[in-house]
């Protein structure tokens, strides 16, 4: 399985960036896509999150701004961010789970760094 993230760099606050995430190896329809993030000195967290077919979940921190979205003809999630603050600076991550327990299987990508500043 490989998760290919692109789509960070520098951004001004108020700034727009779209992050891309490039699935391979799996069935697709299968796993939840999910964006985490994980600033200096913090834990990872969840951004957002969406299931095949099922409803986006995000953080409230990012709701109102950002918004994700899947592909499933390319194999592709996205995370549109919009309205950035410098508190958004992070490297993010895409993932892609399913299943829970010893049945659990997830997935991560390198991450790609975002750093909103003036």
């Known amino acids: 399985v490989q998760l290919q993230a692109s789509g960070g760099g520098l951004v001004q606050p108020g700034g727009s960036l779209r992050l891309s995430c490039a699935a391979s190896?799996?069935?697709?329809?299968?796993?939840?896509m999910g964006w985490y993030r994980q600033a200096p000195g913090k834990e990872r967290e969840l951004v957002a999150d969406?299931?095949?077919?099922?409803?986006?979940n995000y953080a409230d921190s990012v709701q109102g701004r950002f918004t994700i979205s899947r592909d499933s003809a390319k194999n592709m999630v996205y995370l549109q961010m919009n309205s950035l603050k410098p508190d958004d600076t992070a490297v993010y991550y895409c993932?892609?789970?399913?299943?829970?327990?010893?049945?659990?299987?997830?997935?991560w990508g390198q991450g790609t760094l975002v750093t909103v500043s003036s």
């Open positions: 190896g799996l069935v697709f329809g299968l796993y939840t």
């Open positions: 993932n892609a789970d399913r299943g829970s327990g010893i049945a659990r299987r997830s997935f």
């Open positions: 969406i299931p095949s077919g099922g409803s986006t």
